[in-house]
Every structure is written in structure tokens, then in C-alpha cells.
């Protein structure tokens, strides 16, 4: 059964920058898809960016290049990373990472996500 717990998340100033992890514990090949999510105060959750098992990355459109998703593994366990940069108070909220193993259609899509971290809040202020 696969894990994910996100750690990272803090307060920050409007233009500073956060690196977010999530451990991923349970993961094999099979698991094609890794992604962040985020859900702002009174917001639907909505996707951030999303790493692909074959390399290939995508990112809200919102990400406007300020963000870099990245992954890391060794000793087959998996380390997931969002680097975000000049942040603004609309990044304000909590991030989830998620995984799934098969997905048809839009790849930033919560509804094709089935196993979720419990999340890591990021609060950005003016």
C-alpha cells in the first residue's frame, strides 16, 4: 500500500520561496503519475504540477514559471519535490501530494488521483 507525507510547508512573504518534499513509501513502477495539488481557503483542490514516471513534467497554468517539480530516488525510496519561487499570497494554502497508477484524461485532474498525503499548509503573506 502506498504512503505519501508531505513536510515542508511554512509562512512566508510575498516574493519568497518554499521547497516542499513528499516521501513516497510503497511506490513501485506501477505508480506512473506523482503530483501536487493545493486547496486555498474556500477553493476546489486543483492541480499544480504533476511528474510522470517517463520524465515528463506539467504545470497549472497558474505556475507561470515559478515552480519546479522534481523527483528523487535512492534505495527505492521515493522523494517528491515543488520548489516554488516568488510566491504570492493566491499560493496561499494547503498542498497535497498524490499518486495514482493509471489515469485517462486530464493528468492534473484530482479525480483520477487515489492515494493522497495528508497535506502541509504554506501561507504566504503581503
Known amino acids: 500500500q502506498v504512503q505519501l507525507v508531505e513536510t515542508g510547508g511554512a509562512s512566508v512573504q510575498t516574493g519568497g520561496s518554499l521547497k516542499l518534499a513528499c516521501v513516497v513509501s510503497?511506490?513501485?513502477?506501477?505508480?506512473?503519475?506523482l503530483a501536487w495539488f493545493r486547496q486555498g481557503p474556500e477553493k476546489e483542490r486543483e492541480g499544480v504540477a504533476v511528474s510522470w514516471n517517463n520524465g515528463a513534467k506539467t504545470y497549472g497554468v497558474f505556475v507561470k514559471g515559478r515552480f519546479i517539480i522534481s523527483q528523487e530516488i535512492v534505495s527505492g525510496k521515493v522523494t517528491l519535490y515543488l520548489q516554488m519561487n516568488n510566491l504570492t499570497t493566491e499560493d496561499t494554502g494547503i498542498y497535497f501530494c498524490a499518486t495514482t497508477q493509471t489515469l485517462s484524461g486530464w493528468v492534473l485532474d484530482r479525480r483520477h488521483y487515489n492515494a493522497w498525503g495528508q497535506g502541509t499548509q504554506v501561507t504566504v503573506s503581503s
Open positions: 510503497g511506490y513501485n513502477h506501477n505508480w506512473r503519475y
